[in-house]
């Protein structure tokens, strides 16, 4: 058998009824090693196209990276449906089986703390985007003299800059109204247009950790913030459920003011 | 079994349940994919396969490229240039963090040079802020 190396997706508690996972990196095949009472969700990838200087040299090759990355996460995400599970960076790499072994153990009370914080919840992802300016748009008066010009142009900056104002406020307000049926949440830099494919500005870019319970409860929350955003030049958009990317490792993470 | 979005109110008919339980196509944003899988979740380095120097490498030009792709093409990160995420060209980001990445950009690039390979055992996700101001 040619040669190859271990990866490991995510880790879950050993006790994780898993199976039937799609395919992994390289549609390699997924299955879980037990480390006492930890899990590591992993695949075997082929040292011959997957090892380190595969991985150094193709990190901004989009190409290669996105098959990889999509199969990373649809592994992921497989298990997120019904575990609590611990998303590890892209990629983690191991030499064979007992390394990893050997740091789950080494590491084993840090992923105890994650799996407990993201234990029953899931990520949620809502994002705003600005869609046109506000409904009363400021008109200007025909100017007639200079005198009137400058007023109605002075006129027209303050309505501009306060529906400006208004924006940021009803953002910050969605994101408070989010966050409290929230466990956790996390804010992120908003998305480029480029990258996330809209022509409109995104004002938020949110991510939410949800109780399996408490997802419907959160889902029409945002149907109804998006009802009543659409008449403030607002969109909303709500992905999920997600795997706890944006919750484990990193407990400051949940303090994040509101950018807005 | 991927998420998808989903722009609201537009839910099914059918239910919020529904939806919820709902197996989507693959519809996912390639986006909010790397976003995650390349910037979030946990780093536990075993047996040193890949640097850590790499792996804070690319976490970079990912928030770079998140935040601005102007500014991600002048530092030479341009693989979107091939796909059909290009609607429009946007410099709406943080010029503040941007030039915050940039330098430390700069700084990695410089060590992943001149380093050895590291070769310790490290845990954790990145102390530093993530994507915000």
Known sequence: M?????????????????????????????????????????????VQGFGVADWERNATNV????????????????????????????????????????????VGDLLQRDLRRIEGKVEWAVKVYRTAEAQNPPVSM????????????????????????????HVREIHEALGHVSAEYVLNQPQ?????????????????????????????LVGEIADDSSTKGLSVEVSGPWPAYNFTGDAEAATTEART | MTSDAVRLPRIPGS?????????????????????RVLDKGIVIAGDIQIRLLDIELLTIKIRLLVASVERAREMGIN?????????????????????????????LEGRVTESPQVESTHVGSEEEARGRS
């Open chain 2, 15 to 35: 239910g919020t349940r529904d939806y919820l339980q709902k197996t989507h196509p693959r519809g996912d944003s390639l986006a909010d994919v790397l976003e």
């Open chain 2, 79 to 107: 693989w979107w240039e091939s796909d059909e995420y290009i609607t429009q060209l946007d410099d709406a980001g943080d010029k503040g963090e941007l030039s915050e990445l940039t330098r430390r950009l700069e700084a």
């Open chain 1, 192 to 220: 480029d247009a480029v990258l996330s494919g809209r022509k409109e500005q995104m004002l938020l870019n949110g991510a939410y950790l949800v109780r399996r319970t408490g997802q419907a409860r959160f889902v029409e």
């Open chain 1, 2 to 46: 040619d040669e190859t190396i271990v990866h490991a997706y995510g880790v879950v508690a050993a006790d994780e009824p898993l199976s039937e996972f799609p395919p992994g990196i390289a549609d390699s095949t997924v299955w879980v090693h037990s480390a006492e009472s930890l899990a590591a969700i992993v695949s075997l990838l082929p």
């Open chain 1, 142 to 169: 025909p100017s007639t003299s200079g005198r009137d010009y400058l007023l109605a142009r002075s006129r027209d900056l303050s309505a501009r800059s306060s529906a400006q104002e208004e924006r940021r406020e």
């Open chain 1, 63 to 106: 190409r290669w990276l996105e098959p990889v990355a999509r199969q990373h996460h649809d592994v992921l995400q497989h298990a997120a449906m019904t575990a609590a599970v611990v998303p590890l960076r892209l990629p983690s790499l191991y030499g064979n089986l007992e390394s990893l072994t050997d740091t789950l153990r080494e």
